[in-house]
């Protein structure tokens, strides 16, 4: 009997192991020059780093639609982890002007990432096609506190929109919204040259699209630590 309960904890733990070597990664390479907030991806930084495509959250596979593919690049300089989105939508819509209110509820792009110790504890950044920005500091992944983990700013963070279309106006058809982000480093503990579990997602709300969207797909609810990747600086 305890032989078999070994085995089967010995198989539990391979099982495990594997899951995680699964794990995307993210290779994120120095820009030499200076990366401005501005919404417009023309830095040369921009250019050469890795892009990533999100998937359909529901599925785990490709976005089928190509209207509304979305990309993420990121990219780094002494002060900064610069990310950015790109993201085909033929309707964009956002009704908050606030920042910390509850962008989910209507378009958005996130980041969750986890620079401290244990994978229940992470950041999670939000961006609206109205450039409102919510952050918030996760403690407990099965209970978030809307009202206390929200509390948590970072004084440093910076961004940027570029709209192709317009936002709440639903009488055209729009092609794109593109987000440029700046995390100083040193507010969020970030140091290139250590590794971070790190996820991208995002929320639409037209009817065509995906709706929910991952780089490494939980399947449900983005809460999910164990489905993080990983970025690493080059
Ligand atoms: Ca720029
Ligand atoms: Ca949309
Ligand atoms: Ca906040």
Redesign the pocket.
Known sequence: MKHVITIIIFGLILTLNSCRSNEPEIVCKKSVKKIIIDGSLDEEAWEKAETISLLNNKTGKPVEQDEYKSEVKTCYDSDYLYIAFING?????TSFTKRDEYLWED?VVEVFIDTDEGLSTYIEIEISPANIQFDSYITDTANIDLIETPKYDIEGLKSAIFVDGTVNNNSDI?KSWTVEIAIPLEEINMAINSEYPINFYRI???ST?PGSYAWSPTFRRFHSPSNFGKIKFE
């Open positions: 939508d033929q309707d964009i819509f378009e729009d639409d709300r037209d699209g």
